[in-house]
């Protein structure tokens, strides 16, 4: 078990491309690090130049304070799942496992051991002498998982495991990876590009976009306080609106309305204004509000999404059933509540205020 | 499609039918020959019902010193088709899957140059180049030789560009997992691709292996000495006889014996095949 610390890599491509860009990460020990961004951001480059899969163009990667750039992946003291798996066909659950161990000289008597105590974990005992063809998906998934489990590895490294699995199947096995993750408390990198999955499984999460990092922060942090539009657009369902607004004094206009911030705002003149769904309410009579003609709703059962106009921006409200809905709706806000970010490259402005309930997990809608 | 026209299926039955009795005619007269004597098939057609010298032709073939004329016995024939075909199945599988291995899975200079090279050698059937191939062959001293007769025959590209396509197919994936779990190059190889590609193998066996035991052409060339003729030649050779009569009887038998090899490898890899392919598609 160990620490990973990622200085200043870069991938390059032939032609000039680079598609990681001087990231810099330094995980702990048992941490678990969740890599999360759109397609194309660079987060599954990233993760295979740590297994060493593919090669470090610059920049310095080290497991355990041994810097292994120029190391093969099996010298790595790593173990990687794969997105489809990648089992061997011709081998049976038992050989798969135990294929890595054989490969290193482990004796036949801790081999077996090994397996066995990885394939309890797992609950996959009774298909040990199977082919991989003969299992389901998740059965797959959990021998994956195994592969990786009986190395007793200083990392694991997932490449999207789950996306392979339907969509029950994957809450499940998120929560199984986690717990599993708690109990060897083995440091843990997963790349995903699912938010969701992100923000459920992750100590902390490292948002990427273009090759470079938009922000590192456990997952409430981001949450509530995004580091960039991008963030604020990509983590959270509904995504957080956001919208033009102008800044004056203690003022922020937005379309028609006009929301008294009660204190001075961090910058001046046009931002762009984040609000989460679930931050807007119904405004009370004679206070200060957003008018937003009512699109269309969303019924979700615990909440509906509504979806609407204020002026001529789009705007989604996520309020309780309970509430009626007409034509036209009143919207507040706590102002405390509000995202600024720079209209000019999309960075916050001012500090993010985490509510002091923070610490409780999320309530995700789905 | 469930189709229910009985005149359809009549008339595809039909052409099934036709089509295999045109195909099955002359190993079928072929057989009907070798049971007759030489006197019923020199006085004019060939009957089609079985005769009564089966046991007497076939054990004469079998056992006689000479099969005819200045060649060697039957059975020191069929051993040489049998050494032959053996070696170029095995020879041209274990080059082609090596060279297969090396072209999809490492990074050298001129890769690409070296895959065409092996390539267009496909565009040239062996008949267009046996000149050529003849003189260096002679040159290197093959003539009358096992290397002689077999080597030319190994080098090709089919084998090759196949199991090139099949290594396509496996996922990159397959080599990283391999690559993590410590195995080298040569232990993904013998321990990931070859099992793998078993069901492969077992298809060119039974190409190659035909490929070899009809090769008729190189071995005539290449071999003067009677010691390494093959049954091909052999039987080319009784049906060549200067003066006397042409042993007809004694030819179809040997013909008949010299297709059940090939017929007898079909049905044995055949089960293999299958064999293969359930246990891969549980």
Redo the contacts between chains.
């Keep these: 078990m160990a620490g990973i610390k990622i200085a200043g890599v870069s991938k390059i491509y032939a032609g000039g491309v680079k598609a990681v860009n001087s990231v810099s990460i330094d995980i702990a020990d048992g941490e678990f690090i969740v890599l999360v961004g759109p397609s194309g951001c660079g987060k599954s480059t990233l993760l295979r130049m740590i297994?060493?899969?593919e090669g470090i163009s610059d920049g310095e990667v080290s497991i355990g304070g041994r810097v292994v750039n120029r190391m093969?992946?099996?010298e790595r003291d790593?173990?990687?799942v794969?997105?489809?798996y990648?089992?061997?066909?011709?081998m049976t659950v038992y050989q798969n496992l135990a294929?890595?161990l054989r490969?290193?000289g482990t004796p036949k008597a801790e081999i077996d051991a090994r397996v066995a105590e990885a394939a309890r974990m797992l609950e996959i005992t009774q298909y040990l002498e199977r082919?991989p063809?003969?299992l389901s998906g998740g059965q797959r998934q959990r021998v994956a998982m195994g592969?990786a489990i009986v190395r007793k590895p200083a990392a694991f490294l997932f490449d999207e495991p789950l996306s392979n699995l339907d969509a029950k199947l994957r809450v499940s096995m998120r929560g199984e990876i986690k717990r599993l993750q708690r109990r060897l408390g083995t440091t843990s990198i997963y790349v995903t590009h699912d938010q969701l999955e992100a923000m459920t499984l992750a100590d902390r999460l490292v948002v990427l976009n273009g090759g470079r990092i938009e922000q590192i922060g456990s997952p409430l942090e981001v949450y509530h306080a995004p580091a960039s539009t991008f963030v604020a657009s990509f983590i959270g369902s509904p995504a957080m609106n956001l919208v033009s607004g102008e800044l004056h004094g203690n003022r922020l206009a937005i379309g028609p309305a006009v929301i008294e911030l009660g204190a001075q705002a961090p910058a001046s003149g046009p931002v762009t204004v984040g609000i989460r769904a679930e931050d807007l309410r119904l405004a009370r009579d004679g206070e200060a509000a957003l008018p937003l003609n009512v699109d269309y709703v969303e019924e979700l059962g615990a909440q509906r999404l509504v979806h609407g106009q204020v002026g001529d921006q789009m705007l989604t409200v996520a309020l309780s059933p309970a509430i009626a809905i007409g034509e036209q709706l009143s919207l507040a806000i706590d102002p405390a509540r509000l995202h600024f970010f720079a209209v000019d490259g999309g960075r916050r402005i001012g500090e993010g205020s985490v509510p002091a309930h923070a610490s409780a997990p999320v309530a995700q809608p789905v | 499609m469930v189709e229910n026209r009985p005149f359809l299926t009549f008339l595809t039955h039909a052409f099934l039918i036709l089509g295999f009795a045109v195909v099955a005619l002359p190993v079928y007269v072929a057989i009907i020959a070798s049971t007759h004597d030489i006197a019923t098939l020199m006085s004019g057609p060939v009957p089609l019902l079985p005769g009564s010298h089966l046991i007497e032709n076939y054990s004469m073939i079998l056992t006689s010193a000479s099969a005819a004329n200045g060649l060697p016995n039957y059975s020191h024939m069929a051993l040489n088709s049998l050494i032959m075909a053996v070696a170029i199945t095995v020879g041209k599988i274990s080059i082609s899957i090596l060279s297969a291995f090396a072209i999809v899975y490492f990074r050298f200079p001129f890769r690409q140059l070296a895959f065409w090279i092996i390539f267009v050698t496909l565009m040239l059937p062996v008949e267009v180049r046996i000149m050529p191939t003849y003189k260096i062959v002679a040159d290197l001293g093959m003539l009358n030789s096992w290397a002689g007769l077999t080597i030319p025959l190994i080098a090709s590209a089919t084998a090759t560009f196949l199991f090139r396509q099949f290594f396509m197919t496996v996922p990159d994936e397959m080599l990283e997992a391999a690559r993590v779990d410590g195995a080298g190059p040569m232990k993904f190889f013998r321990d990931i691709l070859l099992p793998l590609s078993r069901t492969n193998i077992g298809a060119l066996c039974v190409i190659l292996f035909i490929y070899g035991w009809v090769q008729y052409l190189w071995p005539l060339l290449v071999t003067t000495d009677p010691g390494y003729y093959t049954l091909m030649m052999g039987m080319k050779r009784m049906v060549t006889v200067q003066d006397g009569v042409i042993q007809w009887q004694l030819v179809m038998a040997g013909s008949v014996l010299a297709m059940l090899p090939p017929i007898l490898i079909v049905i044995f890899m055949q089960r293999l095949f299958i064999r293969g392919l359930t246990e891969t598609e549980k």
């Design positions: 297994a060493g899969l093969e992946p099996a790593i173990a990687m794969f997105q489809n990648a089992l061997y066909p011709h294929y890595g490969n290193r082919k063809r003969a592969r």
